[in-house]
């Protein structure tokens, strides 16, 4: 049995990986192109039957998935955009749900208030990943990947409260908004609270146990583990626990990580989280078998209507939401008309445009009981395939029109800040600029003296690299390499000067946190090679 599961798993990731080489070279995002190709494969007779359990994507999945999210995203733009990306998180997912309760109430015999509800959590939030990964493809304003990816970060935890308080509504066939309201804020607040303790309690591990770069790795995939259980044992939100924690983590990683972990870890991160996106998309694909088979009393065209008619539901009910979140404060705020530009029309068109349906929501389907009270759960397998479809639709239709849309709108044209070449020139200078001073007043009696220590000075006025070759080059007399040690050892300092001024410039607005990233992992890159010469 296991050593047929296994194979089972390997045959999945070795089929996406071709599916993601085949929608490369089609152009099409890979988590659209493999959910496509998951819905293929599962017409292919004699396929063994793949069941997603949920608390396989919860507890396996989720976790490193939201800890990688909140790692990457630019703190400075979740924080310059917070309004709108708690609007959309918080308030458009409970918006959506009542929308959808009211209208699957009217349009489905049976379906009362509180199944709505929880159709309308599980179907209410969008992926992250799946926005995330067709918008790196465009060109779209900074703001609008800002918003998509921090939304993508906290509307999962929104979505899961309500479809938590909605199944135990459903169950008990009881519900009091005001209880519901202060154990929305309990539950919320309990999380934030775990993540930033767990955090804490793992900084301090990084920063003052003697850890090595193998195990600060290994530390960083424990992290979102411990933060995710720990939460969900206390009956709160493991899902802003991990965002939380993750947050205060990323914020203040440059200050426990040396270059090795930060090298090694990015690394190895970059591929658990390709492989674990890659296969979850191709999982959902492959669910539609289960999914139709699981239908009971009704027609598969009428639950493909009712999906269809929920699909158009939530993408009208997101579009309606964005315009008034948009301009809105504009028009009550003078101070929000000062510090932010204009979105226009076409940024909430294209943000509004942007909410494709993912994992969480086929997870959350997954997790509704079989039985309610002894009795099998109400409309249980509608919900499921109601979820599958609205998945389907609004990854594979908005999905494919969402760069069309970019390109029609010339969205574009609506950046406000400076093109990231400028930024990464900007940053060069600055810290070039700096580690010079520092040297034409530290070393000037070396740089007179050590030829190496000159030829630094010039690469950092010049910003020509040296090369592996020039430092095999040298002399391995006793002279030569004293000369060298001398020259690591300023190289080291001048490295340190610039992570220096490069720390300082993470506390202005005028530079993306990945312009940041990139000198920094610039930074290791040079300090890494010199301490493996020096070994």
């Known amino acids: 049995m296991l050593h047929s599961s296994l194979l089972l798993l390997l045959a999945l990731l070795f089929a996406t990986f071709l599916l993601v080489m085949l929608g490369q070279k089609l152009g099409i995002s890979y988590p659209i192109f493999l959910v496509l190709g998951g819905l293929g494969i599962s017409f292919v007779p ?66 009362t208030l509180a199944l709505g509800f929880l159709l309308g959590g599980i179907i209410s939030p969008p992926d992250a990943v799946a926005a995330a990964t067709v918008l790196k493809d465009v060109s779209v304003p900074k703001r609008i990947t800002s918003i998509v990816e921090g939304e993508g970060l906290l509307n999962d935890a929104s979505s899961l409260i309500v479809f938590q308080f909605a199944l135990a509504a459903v169950v008990s066939g009881t519900f009091v908004w ?94 658990l989280v390709f492989m674990l996106n890659a296969l979850v998309f191709m999982l959902i694909g492959l669910q539609l078998p289960i999914v139709v088979n699981g239908l009971g ?43 932010e530009p204009s979105p226009g029309w076409q940024g909430p068109l294209v943000l509004g445009w942007a909410g494709m349906r993912g994992v969480v929501s086929l997870a959350a389907a997954l997790s509704v009981p079989l039985l309610a009270n002894g009795q099998a759960f109400p409309q249980r397998n509608l919900i499921l395939f109601i979820t599958f479809v609205v998945i389907l639709v609004t990854l594979v239709v908005q999905g494919l029109t969402l760069p069309l849309i970019v390109r029609f709108t010339k969205v574009a044209d609506l950046e406000d800040r400076d093109p990231l070449e400028e930024q990464e020139a900007s940053v060069r200078l600055h810290l070039r600029t700096a580690a010079v001073k520092y040297m034409q007043k530290q070393y000037r009696a070396e740089i007179q003296n050590n030829e190496l220590v000159a030829r630094l000075q010039q690469r950092m006025e010049t910003e020509v690299s040296l090369t592996s070759h020039t430092l095999n080059s040298l002399d391995t007399d006793k002279s030569g390499r004293d000369a060298l040690r001398q ?30 990233r990139q000198q920094e992992a610039q930074l290791d890159l040079d300090e890494a090679k010199v301490k493996h010469i020096e070994r």
């Open 46 to 111: 004699g396929l063994p039957e793949v069941r997603i359990a949920p608390e396989v994507i919860f507890l396996v999945f989720l976790p490193p998935l939201l800890y990688e999210g909140a790692w990457y995203i630019p703190w400075h733009d979740f924080w310059r955009w917070r309004r709108p990306i708690m609007l959309l998180a918080f308030g458009l997912v409970v918006f959506t749900s009542g929308i959808v309760a009211v209208v699957a109430h009217w349009l489905i015999p049976g379906f």
């Open 178 to 271: 005001q209880q519901a309201a202060v154990s929305f804020l309990l539950v919320a607040g309990g999380g934030l609270a775990v993540g930033l303790v767990v955090a804490g309690g793992f900084y301090i591990v990084h920063k003052y146990l003697p850890t090595t770069a193998n195990i600060n790795t290994v530390l960083t995939f424990m992290t979102p583990y411990v933060m995710y259980l720990l939460a969900e044992e206390l009956k709160v939100s493991g899902v802003l626990a991990v965002v939380s924690g993750g947050l205060l983590m990323s914020y203040f990683s440059h200050r426990v990580f040396d270059a090795n972990t930060r090298l090694q870890a990015n690394s190895s991160w970059s591929s």
């Open 297 to 339: 009393n009704y027609s598969l065209w009428q639950a493909i209507i009712y999906g269809l008619i929920m699909s158009g539901v939530v993408i009208g009910v997101r579009l309606l939401w964005v315009y008034p979140g948009a301009f809105l404060p504009r028009w009550l705020s003078r101070s929000v008309r000062a510090s």
């Open 487 to 516: 020259y690591h050892r300023v190289l080291l300092d001048v490295l340190r000067v610039e992570r220096e001024a490069l720390t300082n410039l993470r506390h202005h607005d005028s530079y993306d946190d990945e312009v940041l």
